[in-house]
């Protein structure tokens, strides 16, 4: 069974770049059965989608996300990591990663880690 | 982008009647990549339909879902005290999004 677990800084400043990490296990993120994800929700609201990678490394953002976000996947440790430039209060959220096959949605779920953004 | 519009936001139900949670989507989906979650506080989201009407692998038969057009309904048929949750509608045809979510409480 695949499982997933988000790490990284609980407390990022204003402007600064939050960083998060997923370590996968159970199974091996160079599948290309598998595409990996970021998904956020803000405090008592919905689901917001960050983007996709595949472990080939490509990438597919949310266009409102597109110019502050970067993903990337380290096949030889098994994770894949969410970077997020000049944040601001507005990206306090919890922050999940997820993987899913390829043309169908999320199967795996991390099981979330907050993120505040405060000086 | 496709903008999923759920309906209603909240429903207000008992244990043993039948829900019914609507998403409409802002253009027809690529062959019904429509799928439904659930979400009870502190967890995760949990898959529960995929392609607009299959059940995902552990789910209950209670939930289904069907499509119309670009309207879809997630029909939980009687409710047990573990189906009080979030729910929410995603599409992964065309990028990717997300409903605004339906809370279904008793």
């Known amino acids: 069974q695949v499982q997933l677990q988000e790490s990284g800084p609980g407390l990022v400043k204003p402007s600064q770049t939050l960083s998060l990490t997923c370590t996968v296990s159970g199974g091996s993120i160079s599948s290309g059965s598998y595409y990996w994800s970021w998904i956020r929700q803000h405090p008592g609201q919905g689901l917001e989608w960050i983007g996709y990678i595949y472990y080939s490394g490509n990438t597919y953002y949310n266009p409102s996300l597109k110019s502050r976000v970067t993903l990337s996947v380290d096949t030889s440790k098994n994770q894949f990591s969410l970077k997020l430039n000049s944040v601001t209060a507005a990206d306090t959220a919890v922050y999940y990663c997820?993987?899913?096959?390829?043309?169908?949605?999320?199967?795996?779920w991390g099981q979330g880690t907050l993120v505040t953004v405060s000086s | 982008e496709i903008v999923l519009t759920q309906s209603p936001g909240t429903l207000s139900l008992s244990p043993g009647e039948r829900a019914t949670l609507a998403c409409r989507a802002s253009q027809t989906l690529s062959s019904s990549y429509l799928a439904w979650y659930q979400q009870k506080p502190g967890q995760a989201p949990r898959l529960l339909i995929y392609g607009a009407s299959n059940r995902a692998t552990g789910i209950p038969d209670r939930f289904s879902g069907s499509a119309s057009g670009t309207d879809f309904t997630l029909t939980i048929s009687r409710l047990e005290p573990e189906d009080f949750a979030v729910y929410y509608c995603q599409q992964y045809g065309s990028s990717l999004t997300f409903g605004g979510g339906t809370k279904v409480q008793i």
């Open positions: 997820a993987g899913g096959r390829v043309g169908l949605p999320f199967d795996y």
